[in-house]
Nanobody, 124 residues
Protein backbone atom coordinates (compact mmCIF):
# COMPACT_ATOMS: atom_id res chain seq x y z
CA UNK A 1 0.00 0.00 0.00
CA UNK A 2 1.00 3.61 -0.56
CA UNK A 3 -0.72 6.88 0.14
CA UNK A 4 -0.39 10.63 -0.13
CA UNK A 5 -1.14 13.08 2.62
CA UNK A 6 -1.48 16.82 2.04
CA UNK A 7 -1.23 19.60 4.57
CA UNK A 8 -0.92 23.37 4.66
CA UNK A 9 -4.25 24.60 3.35
CA UNK A 10 -6.29 27.29 5.02
CA UNK A 11 -7.77 30.75 4.79
CA UNK A 12 -5.61 33.60 3.54
CA UNK A 13 -6.22 37.16 2.41
CA UNK A 14 -5.66 38.20 -1.21
CA UNK A 15 -1.99 38.82 -1.80
CA UNK A 16 -0.99 36.37 0.90
CA UNK A 17 0.99 33.15 0.75
CA UNK A 18 0.54 29.52 1.66
CA UNK A 19 2.76 26.47 1.40
CA UNK A 20 1.25 23.08 0.75
CA UNK A 21 3.06 19.84 1.53
CA UNK A 22 2.45 16.33 0.25
CA UNK A 23 4.12 13.29 1.78
CA UNK A 24 4.12 9.95 -0.01
CA UNK A 25 4.43 6.93 2.24
CA UNK A 26 4.13 3.17 2.08
CA UNK A 27 5.65 0.59 -0.25
CA UNK A 28 7.17 3.12 -2.64
CA UNK A 29 9.91 1.94 -4.95
CA UNK A 30 10.28 4.95 -7.24
CA UNK A 31 8.45 8.23 -7.78
CA UNK A 32 8.30 9.31 -11.42
CA UNK A 33 6.47 12.57 -10.91
CA UNK A 34 4.58 14.54 -8.34
CA UNK A 35 2.13 17.30 -8.97
CA UNK A 36 -0.68 19.44 -7.70
CA UNK A 37 -4.20 19.77 -9.07
CA UNK A 38 -7.10 21.87 -7.87
CA UNK A 39 -10.86 21.82 -8.16
CA UNK A 40 -13.05 24.83 -7.53
CA UNK A 41 -16.79 24.47 -6.91
CA UNK A 42 -18.65 23.74 -10.13
CA UNK A 43 -15.43 23.35 -12.13
CA UNK A 44 -13.35 20.46 -13.36
CA UNK A 45 -10.15 19.44 -11.66
CA UNK A 46 -7.21 21.16 -13.31
CA UNK A 47 -3.45 20.82 -13.27
CA UNK A 48 -1.65 23.45 -11.21
CA UNK A 49 1.94 22.21 -11.42
CA UNK A 50 3.77 19.00 -12.18
CA UNK A 51 7.37 18.07 -11.50
CA UNK A 52 8.78 14.88 -13.01
CA UNK A 53 11.99 13.29 -11.76
CA UNK A 54 13.48 14.01 -15.17
CA UNK A 55 12.05 16.49 -17.60
CA UNK A 56 10.32 19.82 -17.59
CA UNK A 57 8.33 21.23 -14.71
CA UNK A 58 4.92 22.39 -15.87
CA UNK A 59 2.70 25.16 -14.53
CA UNK A 60 -0.79 26.28 -15.39
CA UNK A 61 -0.68 29.67 -17.10
CA UNK A 62 -2.82 31.14 -14.33
CA UNK A 63 -0.20 30.41 -11.65
CA UNK A 64 3.06 31.03 -13.51
CA UNK A 65 5.27 33.45 -11.65
CA UNK A 66 3.23 33.07 -8.44
CA UNK A 67 3.42 29.37 -7.55
CA UNK A 68 6.50 27.18 -7.25
CA UNK A 69 6.56 23.41 -7.02
CA UNK A 70 9.50 21.63 -5.45
CA UNK A 71 10.39 18.14 -4.27
CA UNK A 72 12.54 16.60 -1.58
CA UNK A 73 13.08 13.08 -2.84
CA UNK A 74 14.89 12.05 0.34
CA UNK A 75 11.57 12.57 2.11
CA UNK A 76 9.21 11.57 -0.73
CA UNK A 77 7.69 15.01 -0.33
CA UNK A 78 6.42 17.65 -2.72
CA UNK A 79 5.68 21.27 -1.90
CA UNK A 80 3.66 24.00 -3.53
CA UNK A 81 4.64 27.51 -2.53
CA UNK A 82 1.79 29.83 -3.41
CA UNK A 83 2.42 33.59 -3.40
CA UNK A 84 0.29 36.56 -4.41
CA UNK A 85 -2.82 34.49 -3.91
CA UNK A 86 -6.02 35.63 -5.57
CA UNK A 87 -9.66 34.78 -4.83
CA UNK A 88 -9.65 32.79 -8.07
CA UNK A 89 -7.15 30.41 -6.47
CA UNK A 90 -9.79 29.24 -4.02
CA UNK A 91 -10.20 25.49 -4.47
CA UNK A 92 -9.50 22.10 -3.02
CA UNK A 93 -5.91 21.26 -3.85
CA UNK A 94 -4.98 17.64 -4.51
CA UNK A 95 -1.56 16.06 -4.56
CA UNK A 96 -0.86 13.52 -7.30
CA UNK A 97 1.98 11.04 -7.72
CA UNK A 98 2.99 8.79 -10.58
CA UNK A 99 5.06 6.08 -8.94
CA UNK A 100 6.13 2.47 -8.72
CA UNK A 101 5.04 0.38 -5.76
CA UNK A 102 6.98 -2.70 -4.73
CA UNK A 103 5.40 -5.41 -2.61
CA UNK A 104 6.53 -8.94 -1.83
CA UNK A 105 3.30 -10.56 -2.97
CA UNK A 106 2.59 -8.45 -6.07
CA UNK A 107 6.04 -7.39 -7.23
CA UNK A 108 6.66 -3.97 -8.71
CA UNK A 109 3.92 -2.08 -10.50
CA UNK A 110 3.15 1.43 -11.59
CA UNK A 111 0.31 3.35 -10.03
CA UNK A 112 -1.17 6.83 -9.75
CA UNK A 113 -2.12 8.11 -6.33
CA UNK A 114 -4.22 11.03 -5.16
CA UNK A 115 -4.30 12.70 -1.80
CA UNK A 116 -7.50 13.48 0.07
CA UNK A 117 -7.31 17.18 -0.78
CA UNK A 118 -6.75 20.32 1.25
CA UNK A 119 -8.92 23.42 1.10
CA UNK A 120 -7.38 26.75 0.13
CA UNK A 121 -9.62 29.79 0.53
CA UNK A 122 -8.51 33.24 -0.54
CA UNK A 123 -10.81 35.89 0.82
CA UNK A 124 -10.77 39.19 2.64
Amino acid sequence: QAQLEESGGGLVQPGGSLRLSCIASGDIFLIKAMGWYRQAPGKQRELVASMPSTGVTTYADSVKGRFTISRDDSKNTAYLQMNSLEPEDTAVYYCNADLYIRRLNTGTYRNTLWGQGTQVTVSS
